[in-house]
């Protein structure tokens, strides 16, 4: 066990080694420097100039000496100056990270506990009705992609036309005078649906494939109620798969709460992204990359781990 | 001069209306599908449920609303009419009498027309991003988990790389105006348009290896319009100009099948390593097979079933990608009618006018809808055999 995790984590740093060095060199292609030098010393600078700005810089320097400056850096959590917020990196990332570890956390409260039910549900009695339109349901929600749920979802409940107005199309309030039910509704639905979907399908495959097991039938020949087999028998064995799968959602959900941090307004790491991308911010933009790389880094590895620990017949021999 | 409105439901009857040749051609081949049914195999066999019906038919429908887009729009996409800028569905054209059936967006330009043509986009790039993919992934796959090995571990290691790497953050970093001026798409394009020359190749090439005169006869034409495909899709010549796309077209074609290809490989590899432990692989090897005819002609054919379904899902995944990128703004062009820029257009006035987003989301879900239960069904079919 001990080997396994040894040569995951090393793969790991690999692997963000080469990620954090393929953004770098993609952030500072020199016609991203030169729109830089432009936005920084005004537009109708001549080539010279342009060229001169960047010596003064030190962007003209040798590419790996570069990285490796900002790498010494960042490992020790200086990432440097943000060109677009005036302000150390660092002041910028935090607050902001913080804000969309909220409505992650929201975002799952309410997305595994209602995709592992629709699963279960739908996988306890394969074939049966319920099944069916439990599945339909789940393939629909993953046809709805963040954008289209939260055109429809706003326009239901926020628009003036339908005039419903149960909750607000801005989350803008809720980064700065705390969480309500009015603000967050529609930012953590729309995330959660389109990841439902998916988690609950994977809970229902193997909740079906649990169900055909043997120690089912053992325990239904024996005169357990229907009830208690699930409960009791088969749910935690069925639980297994789904965890890995959860744990892989984060990715995906990334991409989600840029689509609508952006849609609803709501100031966190998402928008944070987009504006650093926006206005060539080459610092904040590098610190954000290293932030989600990080992120989809450690949950694969969690969810290796934990799908070791969770199920014993699985012994990892390195 | 006030605006004449049609009724709710004289709207819905000419939207009907528009689509009339749509209706005539789904009626026409969904019905001699059925007919033929169990001979068609596979294909036909979608027409045993009613799920594999309702996928078929959205799929079909919004196939046949791409070709037929000139047919069934009333309005070109680009025009702006300013008398009917933000106007609610319905609203009357005073010059030509004709309705804006879905309102007018807020440049004054036809929600519905733009639909119909937006769909042309996406039915242009994504089942054809999603192919370039396969073909990169299984000419990858297919080695990586027949031989194992330090191959292997490279290309799992390339392929994980991709797949740790945030979609959107890779979009903002591919799909620019400042990547044009550099050297990389033309590098990306050059190294991934030649996967599906090599693949077409090989697989002409491992079967007909020792009767040359059978292989040129697949293997000129191959070469021939493959090669003239390679070299106008990569834009290093083209004499007909049919082949160069717009720049931007091809950076987000391109970031596309980047992002596709190594979940392509995965799933080829995962299944490689599947099928090659099985007899009939191990009796082509004592047979003296070469390695790429088990791997194309033993391995990859009994690999189909999860394939197809695969590639059916990842059509929807691609129009997801597709319409993600519209939604940030980095679509072909800022005027263009596909459906993720159209959102993100129509998602700025929301709050007060919701015909411009809405069409297009509800033709986005549909679609990808359309797909997904069509892969459902495959599956089921597969399954079964």
């Known amino acids: 066990m001990l080997v396994f995790l040894a040569k995951r984590i090393g793969v790991m740093f690999l692997t963000a080694l080469c990620l954090t060095l393929i953004v770098f060199s993609l952030v500072n292609l020199k016609p991203n420097l030169v729109k830089l030098a432009k936005e920084q010393t005004g537009s109708r600078i001549t080539e010279q100039q342009v060229e001169v700005w960047l010596d003064q810089n030190g962007f003209n320097r040798p590419f790996l000496v570069r990285y490796g400056e900002w790498l010494g850096g960042a490992v020790r959590r200086d990432f440097g100056h943000s060109s677009r917020f005036n302000a150390q990196v660092a002041e910028v990332l935090w607050p902001r990270l913080w804000l969309t570890a909220k409505l992650m956390f929201w975002v799952m409260v309410v997305m595994v506990p209602g995709a592992l039910l629709i699963g279960v549900l739908a996988g306890m009695r394969e074939g049966s009705a319920q099944d069916r339109i439990l599945s339909a349901v789940a393939i629909a929600t993953t046809s709805t992609p963040e954008y289209v749920s939260g055109v429809v979802l706003t326009v239901i409940f926020a628009s003036q036309m339908v005039g419903l107005q149960w909750f607000s199309g801005s989350a803008t309030s809720a980064a700065d005078s705390g969480i309500t039910l009015t603000n967050f509704a529609l930012p953590v639905l729309t995330i959660a649906i389109y990841g439902m979907g998916y988690i609950a399908r994977m809970t229902r495959a193997s909740m079906a494939e649990v169900m055909t097991q043997q120690y089912i039938r053992t325990a239904r020949l024996k005169g357990v109620g229907f009830r208690m087999i699930v409960l009791r028998h088969a749910l935690r064995n069925a639980l297994i798969a789904p965890f890995t799968v959860i744990m892989l959602q984060f990715p995906w959900l990334l991409t989600g709460v840029v689509i609508v941090e952006t849609l609803f307004n709501y100031r966190g790491f998402g928008w944070l992204l987009i504006v650093a991308a926006a206005n060539n911010d080459i610092n904040l933009l590098l610190a954000c990359s290293i932030v989600a790389v990080v992120i989809v880094l450690v949950t694969q590895l969690i969810s290796d781990i934990g799908y070791v620990y969770l199920n014993p017949r699985i012994r990892v021999t390195a | ?385």
């Not at chain 2, 933000?86 to 879905?102: E, Q, R, S």
């Not at chain 2, 040359?212 to 390679?230: D, H, K, R």
């Not at chain 2, 290809?261 to 090659?276: C, E, N, S, Y």
């Open chain 2, 1 to 385: 001069m006030p605006l004449a409105f049609l009724t709710p439901w004289q709207i819905v009857a000419q939207t009907a209306a528009q689509f009339l040749p749509v209706w005539i051609a789904m009626v026409v081949i969904i019905g001699t599908s059925a007919l033929f049914g169990y001979r068609l195999g596979t294909y036909g066999r979608i027409f045993d449920s009613g799920i594999g019906i309702l996928g078929f038919a959205l799929v079909l429908f919004w196939l046949l609303t791409a070709i037929l887009a000139p047919d069934i729009a009333l309005f070109d996409p680009y025009t702006q009419l300013r008398a009917l800028q933000n106007k609610p569905p319905g609203a009357i054209d005073a010059v030509t009498g004709l309705p804006y059936l879905f309102g007018g967006d807020a440049l004054g330009r036809d929600v519905f027309s733009r639909v119909v043509y937006g769909s042309r986009t996406v039915m242009a790039i994504a089942p054809l991003a999603t192919l370039f993919a396969y073909m990169v992934g299984i000419t990858l796959g297919l080695p990586a988990g027949y031989f194992g090995g330090w191959l292997d571990t490279l290309l799992s290691f390339l392929a994980n790389l991709v797949l740790a790497f945030p979609v959107i953050l890779l979009f903002y970093l591919l799909v620019t105006p400042e990547i044009r001026e550099t050297a990389i798409p033309g590098t990306m394009a050059a190294v991934l348009f030649f996967f599906p020359v090599l693949f077409v190749t090989l697989v002409f090439w491992s079967r007909f290896r020792e009767r040359p005169e059978v292989l040129w006869y697949y293997l000129g034409p191959t070469l021939a319009i493959g090669g003239f495909a390679y070299l106008g899709l990569t834009g290093l010549w083209d004499p007909s100009g049919w082949l160069t796309m717009a720049p931007n077209t091809l950076n987000i074609f391109l970031a596309v099948v980047f992002i596709t290809a190594p979940t392509v490989f995965r799933i080829v590899r995962g299944l490689t390593l599947d099928i090659k432990t099985r007899d009939y692989v191990a009796a082509a090897q004592t047979r003296g097979e070469r390695p790429w005819y088990i791997m194309l002609w033993e391995i990859l054919p009994n690999a189909r079933g999860p394939l197809i379904v695969d590639f059916c899902l990842r059509i929807g995944y691609t129009t997801i990608l597709l319409g993600t990128l519209g939604f940030f703004g980095l679509g072909v062009s800022p005027e263009s009618p596909d459906w993720g820029s159209t959102i993100n257009e129509g998602r700025k006035l929301l709050r007060i006018y919701i015909h411009p987003a809405l069409p297009p989301a509800l033709a986005l879900m549909s679609l990808v809808l359309g797909l997904n239960l069509l892969a459902d069904a495959l599956r089921e079919q597969t399954m079964r055999d």
